[in-house]
């Protein structure tokens, strides 16, 4: 179904601060279902790739380095109008402006160690899904 699916990435941060458990129920209570699920490290080169749109951006170099400092959380999530309502969910990309209750405003270290990532578009959503989930690591 259009517009029904996103991706999100518990970030070394949050994963670190050991809340994954706390982070994968707001995003149940939110009402998604977690249809693909996985704890992996990424390498330099697959970092770069992912975060590619930003690559001229001044916070790159320290975004890769960031994300390839320890494990993270990929998942798969389902829910109708998903783009936007995991944005809702996980709010501003500064925490500090991030509103009450969301999981960035509970989570986030910072701007840049902000707990989550969540899909920008429907298009970008299939990209980053296909970038780490096989069709048989999908349910
Ligand atoms: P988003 O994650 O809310 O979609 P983007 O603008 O796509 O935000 O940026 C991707 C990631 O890059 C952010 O989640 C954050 O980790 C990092 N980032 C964005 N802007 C800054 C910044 O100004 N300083 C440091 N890190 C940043
Ligand atoms: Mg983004």
């Known amino acids: 179904m259009s517009g029904s699916l996103t991706f999100t990435i518990i970030k070394p941060d949050a994963v670190k601060s050991g809340y994954i458990g706390e982070i994968l129920s707001c995003i149940n209570k939110g009402g998604f279902k977690i249809s693909g699920l996985k704890l992996l ?67 986030a270290k910072s701007m840049q160690q902000n707990a989550v990532h969540g899909s920008d578009s429907d298009e970008n959503a299939a990209i980053e899904v296909a970038f780490f989930f096989a069709t048989s690591e999908r349910f």
Request: aromatic share 10%.
């Open 41 to 107: 490290q990424l390498t330099l080169a697959e970092a770069e790739a992912f975060y590619g749109v930003h690559r001229e951006r001044p916070f790159f170099s320290g975004l890769v380095s960031f994300m390839t400092s320890g494990p993270i959380v990929v998942a798969v999530l389902e829910k109708e109008n998903a783009i936007n309502d995991f944005r809702a969910l996980i709010g501003s990309t500064n925490p500090e402006e991030a509103a009450e209750g969301t999981i960035r405003k509970q989570f």
